[in-house]
T-cell receptor, first 111, second 112 residues
Framework: DQQVKQNSPSLSVQEGRISILNCDYT??????FLWYKKYPAEGPTFLIS?????DKNEDGRFTVFLNKSAKHLSLHIVPSQPGDSAVYFC??????????FGTGTSLTVIP | DTAVSQTPKYLVTQMGNDKSIKCEQN?????MYWYKQDSKKFLKIMFS???????INETVPNRFSPKSPDKAHLNLHINSLELGDSAVYFC???????????FGPGTRLLVL
């Protein structure tokens, strides 16, 4: 039972353009959502998060949007840079004890 | 100054063997986790543990057992390894109640 889904396994974007990574979830009780970035042969690293009581959180070039009615969140990266090329995991948690991850989207930023 | 470290990085072993993966964090966190990333890239939590509570994902076979000698360490013991155990195993830690986790680099386990 995959409660967090990332339906796009890969995405290619030109340098300087916007990257939009999408994530859907099924459990309306999730109260916190996170995005992690993963380089090959490394563990995921925390990127940005959002509480379920908000609909937007911004940190530099990264913005996460949450649409609770649609059970959908997205990560926007503007402008995209080649160093952003990585696998991005969406995650959701309920009370901070159980974490559910999507399968990841591999982003390639083309110089 | 590695925050979360795992050893070994790679582990190749035969079916039926018993093996352990070690995890250490120097962040002062009191909650640690083990995740399994399988061939389909699903990253699934196996255990979360603090000094008070062990939460086990009910889908994890009892051949897998976490052992915590102290707050900074959570080792994963696997008995009677099976082919399907081949995966990348990630350790993570966080402050209790915090949502942000810090991951180790992963241990790539291959069971032959």
């Amino acid at each position: 039972d995959q409660q967090v889904k990332q339906n796009s396994p890969s995405l290619s974007v030109q340098e300087g353009r916007i990257s939009i990574l999408n994530c859907d979830y099924t459990n309306s009780m999730f109260d916190y959502f996170l995005w992690y970035k993963k380089y090959p042969a490394e563990g995921p690293t925390f990127l940005i998060s959002i509480s379920s009581i908000k609909d937007k959180n911004e940190d530099g070039r990264f913005t996460v949007f949450l649409n609770k009615s649609a059970k959908h969140l997205s990560l926007h990266i503007v402008p995209s840079q080649p160093g952003d090329s990585a696998v991005y995991f969406c995650a959701a948690t309920l009370t901070g004890n159980q974490f559910y991850f999507g399968t990841g989207t591999s982003l390639t930023v083309i110089p | 100054d590695t925050a979360v470290s795992q050893t070994p990085k790679y582990l190749v072993t035969q079916m039926g063997n018993d093996k352990s993966i070690k995890c250490e964090q120097n962040l002062g966190h009191d909650t640690m986790y083990w995740y399994k990333q399988d061939s389909k890239k699903f990253l699934k939590i196996m255990f979360s543990y603090n000094n008070k509570e062990l939460i086990i994902n009910e889908t994890v076979p009892n051949r897998f057992s976490p052992k915590s000698p102290d707050k900074a360490h959570l080792n994963l013991h696997i008995n009677s390894l099976e082919l399907g155990d081949s995966a990348v195993y990630f350790c993570a830690s966080s402050r209790q109640g915090a949502e942000t986790q810090y991951f180790g680099p992963g241990t790539r386990l291959l069971v032959l």
